[in-house]
């Protein structure tokens, strides 16, 4: 295609009006969607790098007991081999609750509150 027929048809299009319309309100929910987007991502990785920082603050401390009560530790893990369901539901609970608070919650209250 040559460039006078290109701007012959960018002429023609300018003349007429469009054949469609886009709602007053398009650019704002295009916006809000694009931010409600980066948004969870953001609220994930937060979430993830928390959980991150949790664990390895409980392994610290889990050292540190060891160097300076090697039973207490030990007395701990037995526990937890023994009753290794009710510790991983509680744990599991607990993960879930901190996953809701810190992503799905939020997630669900920029939905509702569109503007």
Do not use: C
Request: aromatic share 18%; glycine share 2%; proline share 3%.
């Amino acid at each position: 295609m040559r460039n006078e027929e290109l701007d012959q048809m960018v002429e023609k299009s300018f003349r007429k009006e469009p054949d469609f319309y886009l709602p007053a309100n398009f650019a704002q929910k295009v916006t809000f969607s694009l931010v409600r987007r980066e948004q969870w991502k953001t609220d994930l990785h937060e979430y993830l790098y928390l959980t991150g920082v949790l664990f390895s603050l409980l392994a610290v401390v889990s050292g540190f007991y060891y160097f300076v009560d090697k039973e207490f530790v030990l007395k701990t893990i037995t526990f937890v081999s023994e009753n290794i369901l009710p510790v991983t539901l509680i744990l599991f609970l607990l993960n879930f609750i901190f996953f809701a608070d810190k992503v799905l919650l939020r997630l669900l209250f920029s939905r509702w509150n569109r503007t």
